[in-house]
């Protein structure tokens, strides 16, 4: 009877937090953000003009611009907009299948660095299968009154999840506002291949066990270098569990395509090649896409401001797929600047699970209707860049072009980071083999991995 008694006062305790967790996380997208028309904005290797009269809020709402001042905008704001909002945004959860080992069914306070990190890599599939080209049809039907139905929405799912927890409840009863029907639009081939290949990538970042880069499966990758569900994760960490989940994905679609992670700020070319010209599982001799993660640290305590002209660099090249970084213990994934401050995509908003099995399953949930923008100041020190390269020609182009910019940027001897000729092993580094047997990190990893968590790093 005591243990029933006890299980009660738990399932309580989880409906109060899980309705703590969506009122704390569920007002993030009513901040105005705005955009100068003097500076170009830079959106992931594209840059976009705005050009109208004094400062105005971006993307939605537009209500302080009057319908006569935005037909003179001449500028391409609608391109940024559609842009922007084509990127997938992967976001806390709450009511998903429970996390092996734990009672959780939700990542919200923990998971934000397992969501940026998930961003990064949806962004570098994106460019794999889409190209960079690609826009969503759909991204301009989310207008402002989504954002106003969402957050009304948690408000309405805050109360119902408190009286549920009063009655006993197992699923809260939400009245819901129906959302309106999107008139059907006529696709050629094309465009039904892309929002084939859309839906797949979603899907690919379902929060369900089986999903190949859920946080499910990112969470079984994670045991093996000590983390468990609940922990907090550092960007260093993460880049090593999304490599061992690209490694281990099963789905033929993702073998051709590889993630090499830096090791100690020092990119090793030939190791990169190596894995790019692997024979895929399906006994072809084709290249690998690669996408390389580069963990580094950009100052001691406080991000060094000498650091801020090399990121825009960076965020600038086309080969870019963003930078998992943040504010401390608060990850955010930075995807464009302007001026000296960041442009992100904010993974602290608690969304319902959505199940992506289901045929046509809902995508408005999972691409975000507004910038967000931070100082680079504020940045927290700790970040992994990420970059892709579709052939090992784009490789060594990359890497020229990277290399360049590192040297340019670099007031002191010593750049951010490196790309070095040959093996790690010709370096006295141990080798790490394409394909490791039962243990999914080796013992080298190991070390690193817990060096990285602790946010240790050698600065030179």
Partial sequence: ???????????????????????????????????????????????????????????????????????????????????????????????FPQIKGSALTTDCGWGCTLRTGQMLLAQGLMLHFLGRAWVWPEALDMDGSDSESWTSHTVRKLTASFEASLTAERDPKILSHPRRATPRRNCDVSEMRNEVYHRKIISWFGDSPLAAFGLHQLIEHGKKSGKMAGDWYGPAVVAHILRKAVEEARDPELQG?????????????????????????????????????????????????????????????????????????????????????????????????????????????????????????????SCTIGFYCRTVQDFEKASEEITKMLQSSSKEKYPLFTFVKGHSRDYDFASTPLHEENDLFSEDEKKRLKRFSTEEFVLL
């Fill in 257 to 381: 395509v590889t993630v090499y992670v830096a090791q100690d700020c020092t990119v090793y070319s030939s190791d990169v090649i190596d894995r790019q010209c692997s024979f895929m599982d399906s006994g072809k001799a084709d290249t690998k896409a690669v996408i390389i993660l580069v963990p580094v640290r950009l100052g001691g305590e406080r991000t060094n401001t000498d650091y801020l002209e090399f990121v825009k660099g960076i965020l600038s090249l086309e080969y870019c797929v963003g930078i998992i970084g943040g504010k401390p213990k608060q990850s955010y994934y930075f995807a464009g600047f302007q001026d000296d401050s960041l442009i992100y995509m904010d993974p602290h908003y608690c969304q319902s699970f959505v199940d992506v099995s289901i045929k046509d399953f809902p995508l408005e949930s999972f691409h975000c209707p507004s910038p967000k923008k931070m100082s680079f100041k504020k940045m927290d020190p």
């Fill in 1 to 95: 009877m005591e243990a029933t008694g006890t299980d009660e006062v738990e399932k309580i305790k989880s409906k109060f937090m899980s309705a703590w967790h969506n009122m704390k996380y569920s007002w993030v997208l009513k901040t105005k953000t705005y955009f100068s028309r003097n500076s170009p904005v830079f959106l992931l290797g594209k840059c976009y003009h705005f050009k109208t009269e004094g400062m105005y809020r971006a993307l939605h709402p537009f209500q302080s611009c009057s319908a006569g001042a935005l037909a003179e905008i001449s500028g391409n704001v609608e391109e940024f907009r559609k842009d922007f909002i084509s990127r997938i945004w992967l976001t806390y959860r709450e009511e």
